[in-house]
Nanobody
Framework: QVQLVESGGGLVQAGGSLRLSCAAS????????MGWFRQAPGKEREFVAY????????YYADSVKGRFTISRDNAKNTMYLQMFSLKPEDTAVYYCASKRAAGSPTRTREYDYWGQGTQVTVSS
């Protein structure tokens, strides 16, 4: 089993920044890809970014490209999402997820494990 725990969320003013972390544990933790998703009230969960665990290749949703940076520390089994120039529309619960098999996953059903989420609120 794999456990994912997000942290780093909070309240920030528009234009501010936050860094989210996703700490992974479990004997079977060996992902090919890890990703960030977010879900705003009344909306479906949407893709934000992913990173391949070994090669560090990244891919972003257009809505966050140029403002968010995804990274990982393999030694710490931790993934990060650095968010700059935050906007009120970035307000959501942010989830991390991991996928065992290789691919280019941007859909929720492609991921095997999920964290519980961390709230990000951006005030105008």
């Amino acid at each position: 089993q794999v456990q994912l725990v997000e942290s780093g969320g909070g309240l920030v003013q528009a234009g501010g920044s936050l860094r989210l972390s996703c700490a992974a544990s479990g004997r079977t933790f060996s992902p090919a890809v890890m990703g960030w998703f977010r879900q705003a009230p009344g909306k479906e969960r949407e893709f934000v970014a992913y990173i391949t665990w070994s090669g560090g290749m990244t891919y972003y949703a257009d809505s966050v490209k140029g403002r968010f940076t995804i990274s990982r520390d393999n030694a710490k089994n931790t993934m990060y999402l650095q968010m700059f120039s935050l906007k009120p529309e970035d307000t959501a619960v942010y989830y991390c997820a991991s996928k065992r098999a290789a691919g280019s996953p941007t859909r929720t059903r492609e991921y095997d494990y999920w964290g519980q989420g961390t709230q990000v609120t951006v005030s105008s």
